[in-house]
């Protein structure tokens, strides 16, 4: 039964739901005037933005340094949980299917609460070593599992040919198992990496008072009320996202 | 060398390879967990933290009505916006199963959801807000004098909510609709089935699996919310995750936040536990 008018009327409108929203944030940033009344168009709260906010540009550069450092270790752990789940034993991937499982059933606030209350226990201040922790923790179940999946497209005879050709366990890693994950790799790394940039409960957490992210940045912002500013701000982050989606166009189908 | 013990070394030792992953997650994971639970038993601390020596008085501080109320209602908020969620999902994710533009039509509605979830937020307190753009509008052309509140009521958090989490919904459906033999429709009309009667009986229990997926997908995060009800939200939208910050916080009631965090974890648990294991045994992926 082929979708009727009534399916794609709902997709329409959701499309529509989906991104007028966002387009209209972007359209006022580049209002001139500060209330959402269209005045005329103006590029002066980028200016703004980029003359005048440091303080939102070092959150900026806070979050990319957790990012990047978060998504590259992300990426590491959860290759070798993926080789792992891969090639090893069946109870140790149940083992392995059970500890990855129970962080996406959970939610976030948890996750966040239950690091504040650990990190304080063991006495590590609240810094961008315990956002980093808390972003590698959260984003390796992901990792593993974008990994896993491209993984799964292989037979493992490939693997046990290497072996036949002389290889040890390292050199197939190496030369085999790691080029075949590739584009894997590629994708839990954006994954990771967006996940990161994104966060905000978790991070709201674990973020002491010199070490704020953009989201949190944002977040404080948001609560002082409306501010061409951060319709700039939003602006520039979905140029960000919209350049990494397309980046990612190829390697969509390991991550859903 | 025979053959045997050159096969050998293929599967096995590889697991050693997964060791740090699980010990990463077992360290800051598993156990600060456990330590949550272990916290929600201890006596109150009034600088903040606790003071090691067994108590109940976190539980018997969530226990008073007030808190009571913010559960019911957190419960309530993602149950509807679950329910929405799907309502919304299923026609959408029909559609795109059986398009044309497929993989265009699904990056659609991701992109969204790659879009930071506080641009999200901030976009519908643009539009909606007291000094947003439909308030500026409607005084401008006169319709009414000062501002008509549009949000910070529970309304803006379902639809915020809503608004965040459909491709949660949108995704698994989509996966299961398209995993679908197609023929069964047309079979079933073939027999007499009305379209009514296809939708009810052939369509959706078929998709069951990917219904409470998308269930799950949405209600967790929805339960477990912040951002949402603390921008868009009243005085009577506060959800269980505010009460979380205040008691951290604000209140430095560090046992009482471990109790309803506790509290939280099981609702969550017995979620999954009754909704995805329920039925039928899950698959793998």
């Excluded at chain 1, 039964?1 to 359209?27: D, E």
């Excluded at chain 1, 009344?37 to 990319?64: C, D, P």
Aim: proline share 4%; hydrophobic share 55%.
């Amino acid at each position: 039964m082929k979708p009727g008018k009534f399916a794609f009327t709902m997709i329409l409108i959701v499309l529509l739901f989906f991104y007028i929203p966002i387009f209209i944030v972007v359209l006022f940033s580049f209002n001139s005037s500060k209330s959402p009344v269209w005045t005329g168009f103006s590029l002066k709260w980028y200016e703004k933005l980029f003359t005048s906010s440091a303080h939102i540009w070092r959150t900026f550069m806070n979050s990319i340094i957790v990012g990047i450092g978060s998504s590259f270790v992300g990426v590491i752990l959860g290759t070798f949980g993926a080789v792992a789940m891969y090639m090893g034993a069946k109870k140790f991937k149940k083992l392995m299917w059970t500890t990855t499982y129970i962080p996406f059933i959970i939610p976030d606030i948890i996750i966040g609460v239950s690091l504040l209350i650990f990190f304080t226990t063991i006495h590590l201040r609240l810094s961008l070593l315990t956002i980093f922790i808390a972003h590698v923790t959260f984003s390796i179940p992901y990792t593993m599992m974008i990994i896993l999946t491209r993984l799964q497209d292989f037979d493992k005879s490939i693997i046990e040919a290497a072996y036949d050709l002389g290889a040890t366990r390292p050199i197939a890693l190496w030369k085999v198992i790691i080029p075949i994950a590739l584009p894997g790799i590629v994708a839990a790394f954006f994954m990771a990496f967006t996940l990161s940039i994104d966060d905000f409960v978790i991070t709201f957490f674990v973020a002491g008072p010199s070490s704020t992210t953009l989201p949190l940045q944002i977040f404080s912002m948001v609560r002082f009320g409306i501010s061409p500013v951060i319709n700039a701000i939003s602006t520039l982050l979905l140029v960000g996202t919209i350049f990494i989606s397309v980046l990612l166009r190829k390697y969509v189908r390991y991550i859903i | 060398m025979s053959k045997k013990d050159h096969i050998k070394p293929v599967s096995k030792g590889y697991e050693s390879y997964g060791l740090v992953y699980l010990l990463w997650l077992v360290v800051f994971f598993l156990i600060p967990v456990i330590v949550i639970l272990a916290y929600s038993f201890f006596e109150r601390d009034y600088q903040g933290g606790v003071v090691f020596k067994f108590s109940l008085q976190g539980y018997k501080d969530i226990l008073n009505p007030n808190y009571v109320v913010v559960f019911l209602r957190t419960i309530f908020i993602s149950l509807v916006s679950s329910v929405v969620s799907i309502i919304i999902a299923i026609p959408v994710a029909y559609y795109i199963a059986f398009s044309k533009w497929k993989n265009i039509l699904l990056l659609l509605v991701i992109v969204p959801f790659w879009t930071n979830s506080l641009i999200r937020i901030y976009a519908w307190i643009f539009i909606l807000g007291n000094n947003g753009l439909v308030n500026q509008f409607l005084i401008k052309m006169g319709f009414t004098e000062s501002y008509v509140q549009f949000i910070y009521n529970n309304f803006a958090v379902v639809l915020v909510l809503v608004y965040t989490y459909l491709p949660f919904a949108i995704l698994p459906l989509y996966s299961s609709i398209e995993r679908l033999e197609k023929n069964i429709f047309e079979a079933a009309m073939d027999l007499g089935c009305t379209k009514r009667q296809v939708f009810f009986k052939v369509l959706l229990p078929n998709i069951r699996q990917g219904i409470i997926s998308a269930f799950v997908f949405v209600f967790i995060p929805a339960i477990g919310t912040y951002a949402v009800p603390e921008l868009v939200g009243g005085k009577n939208s506060r959800l269980i995750g505010n009460e979380i910050a205040r008691l951290l916080t604000t209140a430095r009631n560090w046992p009482a936040a471990a109790a309803i965090s506790s509290v939280l974890l099981a609702i969550t648990i017995i979620a999954v536990i009754v909704f995805m294991f329920g039925g039928e045994k899950r698959e793998a992926r």
